[in-house]
């Protein structure tokens, strides 16, 4: 299943930067989207390659095995750092669309296109800083196998190794609740009272942001990246609650071997919803990215 979503998620993410480089980068909520799409896009390929083990061990054990191992070593550090900084986009999203029905009129100052620039950048390096321990855990040995065949075997990294306690601490606690757990509070925050100054005083909210971005919008597109962001509470926030009690509850040692495998595959695949739905949320939610969906792939459409 894993494997579709995938595959969805990397053509509709490539689909998602061709529409919405299209019109440009004069508004603030066209750098973040785009973005927030190749975030998705480097999350789903690197999803699609570990997926490809399997493949590979129908064939040839000793190669998927050491196919896993390469994976895990230099790859795996960069499908959770395109995780979290997807989530980073979100939470800007969210504090984006907060902004512009809370304070209509000064959202166009707030937020200009060198800021969203800026916070976008940030994102990035913040979660590359955070993510520099997941380089540093695995390393690998190529062992002999019992058929006459050598394969790369997972072994700990010599720093890892001195350092076991402080890195579990800082992976398990800072980064997964910094990069995850702490932006779904922002997120649920902001959104929740997106909807309700909206259904409050919708009205003239819709009014404001009118006169605000000085060009009409309808229903469908205001509420466009407000659904992008509930929808991201609904699919991930299991994850978070997991990863709030791993790191406050009992000791994890508690927990079976098994058990832990089945929250990591539910994990894998709650994530790769999340990278996969924006595609069609825009398409379905938002009239102009579906009319230049339209004319830049549907043959005999125009704008």
Request: aromatic residues 12%.
């Amino acid at each position: 299943m894993i494997q579709a979503l995938c595959a969805l998620a990397i053509g509709g993410n490539l689909v998602s930067i061709v529409v919405v480089s299209h019109h440009g980068f004069q508004e603030t909520t066209n750098i973040v989207v785009t973005s927030l799409a190749v975030c998705d896009l480097a999350y789903s390929l690197t999803n699609c390659l570990y997926a490809m083990r399997s493949v590979l061990g129908r064939f040839d054990t000793p190669l998927s095995s050491t196919f896993s191992s390469y994976y895990v070593v230099y790859v795996f550090p960069w499908n959770q750092w395109s995780l979290a900084c997807s989530v980073g986009h979100v939470t800007i999203i969210a504090l984006e669309r907060m902004l512009a029905v809370c304070f209509p009129f000064r959202v166009s100052t707030i937020v200009t296109a060198r800021r969203m620039t800026a916070a976008v950048i940030s994102v990035y390096i913040c979660n590359l800083l955070m993510s520099i321990p997941l380089h540093l855990i695995f390393d690998f040995e190529w062992v002999a196998s019992g058929q006459n065949a050598s394969y790369a075997a997972l072994s700990e990294n010599q720093f890892y190794s001195d350092n076991s306690e402080l890195m579990n601490f800082f992976l398990s606690v800072v980064f997964s609740n910094l990069a995850l757990t702490l932006p779904l509070v922002v997120v649920f925050v902001c959104t929740s009272t997106t909807i309700v100054k909206i259904t409050v005083n919708r009205r003239h909210i819709q009014m404001s942001l009118t006169a605000a971005s000085c060009r009409r919008r309808d229903q469908k597109a205001v509420k466009s990246l407000l659904t992008v962001c509930v929808v991201f509470l609904v699919v991930v926030a299991p994850s978070s609650v997991y990863n709030v009690y791993a790191a406050v509850g009992p000791d994890s040692s508690v927990l079976s071997g098994e058990f832990k495998i089945l929250v990591a595959l539910v994990q894998g695949l709650l994530y790769q919803t999340s990278a996969t739905v924006n595609f069609f949320i825009y398409l379905r939610t938002s009239s102009k990215f579906a009319g230049t969906y339209k004319a830049l792939f549907c043959f005999g459409y125009n704008l």
